[in-house]
């Protein structure tokens, strides 16, 4: 069942090598119009697929709605799991970063898609719009006052996040979770204001 999924992109990958080849999208409803068909890219948007490393993510609006289709698949492909799910996440996260990069290139991209994975790619779209919104204020110009030190060795975090896990009963990996976030092991030291 695992080979579906690698067997799909596998198709993807072949028709994106044939120059003259076009899709119709579906449309949403039956009423509204059809998108203008997206041709296929004329190269892959990935040599290969390799779940052991970072996602490539491509540099053209074609590509790039051929990979949302193809990572869309993954994420909802039942069989698909583990490595090949967490792959796909990624890539799918890096797609839609892709697109911040350039907005100008999501009607485009989102016209190539089928309808249903259409949807959820705008609303992933809209999401990020929401969540940078919520940033009040100027963007800062400067540092804070920060400094960079080297962290604790990972036993001594382990020792202290054991130790606080039996007095106060919070599991310690969501206490390395709050110390990688905050101060990433122990690296950022920031100076109080307050002393």
Known sequence: MRAIPIAFAAVLLAACATESVTRAVPSPTAAAPSPTPSPLPTAPPTAALRFDQLPEIASDPAALALQLVMVEAFIRDPNVTGDQLGWAGHAEQLCISRLADYPDWTTQVLA??????????????????????????PIPKNLPDWHI???????????????????????????????????????????????
């Open 112 to 137: 190539a898609l089928p309808a249903a994975q259409r949807a959820a790619v705008a609303a992933s779209i809209e999401a990020g719009k929401q969540l940078r919104s919520l940033h009040s204020g």
């Open 149 to 195: 030190v080297q962290p604790p060795p990972i036993e001594e975090l382990l020792t202290y996040y054991r130790e606080a896990e039996a007095k106060l009963g919070v599991p310690w990996y969501f206490l390395a979770s709050i110390n990688l976030i905050e101060t990433r092991m122990g690296r950022i030291r920031g100076d109080s204001s307050a002393g």
